[in-house]
Nanobody, 125 residues
Framework: QVQLAESGGGFVQAGDSLRLSCAAS????????MAWFRQAPDKEREFVAR????????DYADSVKGRFTISRDSHKNMLTLQMNSLKSEDTAVYYC??????????????????WGQGTQVTVSS
């Protein structure tokens, strides 16, 4: 089991930056591939970015590529999402998630067995 808790959301203007954090506790953080998802009102939860258990491989949705950066610090048990050049369409609740299978590479929501409670990001145009 792993417990996840996001922080860092807020209300910003288009073009601004935000840094989301996800603190992990429980089983060793390095066991899990991690990801960020988001869900806008009346829309399905969608993949944003993922990082493998080692931190050496990352993957991004086309909509955020070049603007967002995912990283992890296994010493601090922390996952982060640096979001730059924010757009109004980035407005959503952002969730961090952990995949219980260490060597899997997936963007599928249902493969991630552990979720945080989410943090709201609102970008005003």
């Amino acid at each position: 089991q792993v417990q996840l808790a996001e922080s860092g959301g807020g209300f910003v203007q288009a073009g601004d930056s935000l840094r989301l954090s996800c603190a992990a506790s429980g089983r060793p953080f390095a066991d899990y591939p991690m990801a960020w998802f988001r869900q806008a009102p009346d829309k399905e939860r969608e993949f944003v970015a993922r990082i493998d258990w080692s931190g050496g491989v990352t993957d991004y949705a086309d909509s955020v590529k070049g603007r967002f950066t995912i990283s992890r610090d296994s010493h601090k048990n922390m996952l982060t999402l640096q979001m730059n050049s924010l757009k109004s369409e980035d407005t959503a609740v952002y969730y961090c998630a952990a995949d219980p299978l260490r060597y899997r590479s997936t963007r599928n929501t249902f493969d991630y067995g552990y979720w945080g409670q989410g943090t709201q990001v609102t970008v005003s145009s």
